[in-house]
Every structure is written in C-alpha cells, then in structure tokens.
C-alpha cells in the first residue's frame, strides 16, 4: 500500500552517544580505503559532462533522479550531478534529461573524495532522504557517522540533508558542528516548500504518509 511510511523504528531518543568520539576519530585519521576503479571512471565522464564552468549542484544518493531533474530544471544556468549506487534506481530515470544534469552510477565514498582531491567546490550539495540505518549499532553506516565525513564540508556549497528521522538531521547538524566548531541549527519543515512539489519520491511518500520532515542546511560558501 502507499503512504504508509513510518517514521523508523530506534532505541535511541537523541544523539548517539558515541557519535562525538566517532567524528573526532574520522577526523584525526586519514581514510584510506581504495578508490575503486569503476568509481574513478564514473567521477572522469561526470566532469567531462559538467565542463567546469557552471555551478555545481551534487544530489547525492539521488535514487530515480526525479530530484535531479528538478534541480536541473529550477537551476538552468547551474549543472547538476546526481549519483547514486543503484543502477536499477537509476534506469527509472523517466523522459528525456535536462541538457544540465548527468546521473552517474557511483559509490559516494569514492565520488566524495575524488570531487575534493580534484578540489571542486560545489554551489549546492543535496542530501535527501539517506538510508536512515535507525539501529544504534550501524551509527557508523550513517553519512556522519562515516569515515568519509569530514571530506564533505571541504567540498563547500549549500549542504542540505532532508530526514524523516528527526535524529538523523539532529545528528547531521551536531557532527557538521563538530567539524566546523560552531552549533549548527536543524528545522522541521513543510515538504513542497517553496515550489509546492515534493522534491523526491521519498519526500512525496513521507508527506503522503503524514510524516514530519526534518532538515538541517548550512551555507559552506566562502563568506557563507
Ligand atoms: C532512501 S533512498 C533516497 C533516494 C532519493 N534521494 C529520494 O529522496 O527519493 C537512498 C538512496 O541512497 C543510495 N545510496 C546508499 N548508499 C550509497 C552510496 N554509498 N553511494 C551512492 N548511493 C548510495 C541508495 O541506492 C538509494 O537510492
């Protein structure tokens, strides 16, 4: 049935304890997991496809790319990369695509660090919606709880993560503040803000299914 989401089931009621430790630790000791081939060819046919000119909007973990193409569509003068994992989400990519986005197949571990070792800096970086991993055990699959965490503020722009788990975006916008030694803000909000349409299919399905929606954005820009 659809609109049924729920918000994900957790023992945890707030931060995870062990978060701050996490962070510092990824912060200390450099990531050396290999870049994977695949991933490196993946990285190449996206910057050939952007060009460097334009400003860069990444949507990372974009899924089907329905949130690309409207990032494409509401930024022309912008280039937009959406990248996800999964070839099958992908391949539902529907219509033609705007001539401004590329989705690419790629691990973000690795396309993270590839964008930041190339020194890209980006205009707007998405992060809708992420596998939430609620159990207290798999702290260190969520984005902040990662190792490759602390490449993504060196990549600059507008973060923005979007959640149904409000502790997600809580503890989003705690490491993000970790990293950057000040207290970072998060919000509940209204989906379709400021256009009226769902950005992504898991935003239209959390907002069918009644669920409060969660985000924490930080301008990284210079000055910002
Ligand atoms: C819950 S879905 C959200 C998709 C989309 N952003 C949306 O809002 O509709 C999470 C997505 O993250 C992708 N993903 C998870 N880990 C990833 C990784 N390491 N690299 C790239 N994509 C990843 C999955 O394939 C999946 O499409």
């Not at 695509?97 to 930041?116: E, G, Q, S």
């Amino acid at each position: 049935m659809y609109a049924n989401s729920r918000v994900p089931e957790s023992a945890q009621t707030g931060i995870h304890e062990r978060l701050a430790e996490l962070v510092e630790r990824h912060r200390r000791e450099p990531f050396r997991k290999p870049i994977l081939d695949y991933n490196r060819a993946a990285f190449e046919a996206a910057m050939v496809a952007w060009g460097g000119e334009k400003p860069l909007i990444l949507d990372a973990a974009c899924g089907t790319g329905a949130s690309s193409v409207l990032l494409a569509r509401q930024n022309p003068d912008a280039f937009v990369i959406g990248v996800d994992q999964s070839l099958a989400r992908l391949a539902t990519a529907k219509g033609e695509l705007p001539a401004n986005l590329c989705l690419v197949r790629a691990d973000l571990v690795d396309f993270w660090r590839l964008l930041a070792e190339r020194g890209v800096k980006l205009a707007r970086h998405c992060l809708f919606y992420p596998n939430p991993w609620p159990k207290i055990g798999h702290l260190s699959r969520r984005w902040h709880g990662h190792a490759v965490f602390p490449v993504l503020p060196r990549l600059g722009g507008v973060i923005e993560c979007r959640s149904n788990w409000r502790i997600y975006v809580e503890e989003f916008a705690f490491a993000l503040g970790l990293l950057l030694g000040r207290e970072i803000g998060w919000e509940a909000f209204a989906p379709g803000e400021p256009l009226g349409e769902p950005v992504s299919p898991f935003e239209r399905k959390y907002r069918d299914s009644g669920l409060s929606l969660y985000r924490c954005v930080v301008d990284l820009r210079e000055g910002g």
